[in-house]
């Protein structure tokens, strides 16, 4: 069974960092795009950033551009976001998504992945 597991999620201040993980088990996504989204309540899930199998292609969305950064490490099956100057605006559940395809691209659209974790809520107070 595929199972994508956010943690790291919390209560920060505004400005203030934090670095969250998605753990994958069932499969290896090593050769797969990985990405976060976000969903804030009463609003439709948002792209946030995306790396590419390799972590040698990355892509963020406009409003978390350069204060945000993806990384992975293939041999534990793990993708990171590390999130720094956060904005009570970041306050939203944050999911990991894995690709299947194999493309070495980085994609923005959900519809692009298959596999999905839980969720972990970030609270940015202000």
């Known amino acids: 069974q595929v199972q994508l597991v956010e943690s790291g999620g919390g209560l920060v201040q505004a400005g203030g960092s934090l670095r969250l993980s998605c753990a994958a088990s069932g499969r290896t996504f090593s050769s797969n795009t990985m990405g976060w989204f976000r969903q804030a309540p009463g609003k439709e899930r948002e792209f946030v950033g995306a790396i590419s199998w390799s972590g040698g292609s990355t892509y963020f969305a406009d409003s978390v551009k350069g204060r945000f950064t993806i990384s992975r490490d293939n041999a534990k099956n793990t993708m990171y976001l590390q999130m720094n100057s956060l904005k009570p605006e970041d306050t939203a559940v944050y999911y990991c998504?894995?690709?299947?395809?194999?493309?070495?691209?980085?994609?923005?659209?959900?519809?692009?992945?298959?596999?999905w974790g839980q969720g972990t809520q970030v609270t940015v107070s202000s």
């Open positions: 998504a894995a690709s299947p395809l194999r493309s070495g691209l980085v994609y923005s659209r959900d519809g692009m992945y298959t596999y």
